[in-house]
């Protein structure tokens, strides 16, 4: 009985909240520009202070080095793997492709790690997270959009909430400035700062997901090829992971966290650089699929977490 209301409890508010996001949408309870203003407050504002306090608690050494240069490596081979699948299906699509490489961790990874692993320290996400943070801002975006200069590279750095976020939680981190902190009790208040600030992310981010997602207007048919392409792919590079973990790496990487990198739906800016309309709705609809997927698979982990 214990274990079911773990895996209730661990389920029950990812679902709740989806839920009340679309009733808000069925209902008209909330507009568009509402949802997308409460998505600019989560990006710009509540995100940045979890993935400061992630990477700022993290355990940083030599050999843990390695695992974002292995995730980026990851991400390239499943971008290059997407590209093959859709050059061998003929789809004809010419973003495609990037829906089989790159994971919506800022958006939606960093909630669903915490609701399915509580006792577990968000760095462990954020350390395989690193990696695809980098290979989505650098190779993904120089592809999908077409600038390759490295001044526009680095205007996007610099200008983007969550990675300059990203880059004092690793400089605090990495330089012993917070273990500092915590000999002097100022960690205490950051910690305190910091929950209080990102404690509604989750679930305004899920509310969010929620609200986007309208079941009805999935085209399986139309969309199959592209979701087939995703969960393969996702799949054997996954299986790649964990095989480097169980030999080369030694369990430096906690599996759970990949598992759940891994389950996540493509970066939702896809979209956008859809050239044809249809294309953008195909687009759409897919990592609407993937989502839905995304959060099938967060219930059937919460039962195997809550049995373990």
């Known amino acids: 009985m214990e274990k079911l209301i773990s895996v209730i409890s661990t389920a029950?508010?990812?679902?709740?909240?989806?839920?009340?996001?679309m009733m808000c949408r069925s209902k008209g309870f909330l507009t568009r520009d509402g949802v997308d203003t409460?998505?600019?407050v989560i990006v710009n504002l509540?995100?940045?202070?979890?993935?400061?306090?992630?990477?700022?608690?993290?355990?940083?050494?030599l050999s843990a080095l390695i695992l974002p240069v292995i995730v980026f490596l990851i991400c390239t081979a499943m971008l290059v793997l997407g590209f093959l699948w859709v050059?061998?299906?003929?789809?004809?699509?010419?973003?495609?492709?990037?829906?089989a490489s790159g994971f919506e961790a800022g958006m939606l990874g960093f909630s669903l790690f915490a609701l399915l692993f509580p006792d577990q320290s968000a760095s462990k996400f954020a350390m395989l997270v690193l990696g695809q943070e980098i290979f989505v801002f650098t190779l993904y975006k120089m592809l999908l959009t077409g600038k390759t200069s490295p001044k526009a590279i680095l205007n996007d750095f610099m200008t983007s909430p969550t990675l300059i976020a990203v880059l004092l939680g690793l400089i605090v981190g990495a330089s012993g400035l917070y273990g500092a902190f915590r000999s002097w009790g100022i960690?205490?208040?950051i910690e305190s700062v910091t929950s209080f600030i990102s404690a509604p992310?989750?679930?305004?981010?899920?509310?969010?997901?929620?609200f986007d997602l309208v079941l009805k207007e999935i085209n399986w048919k139309k969309t199959g090829n592209m979701v087939a392409m995703r969960l393969v792919i996702a799949g054997v590079m996954l299986g790649v992971l964990i095989l480097l973990n169980r030999t080369v790496l030694n369990g430096m990487i906690f599996e759970g966290a990949a598992v759940m990198l891994f389950m996540l739906p493509s970066p939702y800016i896809i979209p956008i650089f859809a050239d044809a309309a249809e294309e953008r709705v195909q687009i759409s609809s897919?990592?609407?699929?993937?989502?839905?997927?995304t959060m099938v698979l967060f219930a059937v982990a919460s039962v195997v977490v809550g049995i373990m």
């Open 12 to 21: 029950l508010p990812v679902f709740l909240a989806l839920f009340i996001g």
């Open 38 to 40: 409460l998505k600019k």
């Open 46 to 61: 509540t995100l940045p202070f979890v993935l400061f306090n992630s990477f700022a608690t993290a355990e940083y050494s």
């Open 87 to 99: 050059k061998l299906s003929k789809s004809g699509s010419k973003v495609a492709p990037f829906l």
């Open 187 to 189: 960690n205490t208040i």
């Open 201 to 210: 992310t989750g679930t305004i981010i899920l509310f969010a997901v929620g």
């Open 286 to 293: 897919a990592l609407s699929a993937l989502t839905l997927i």
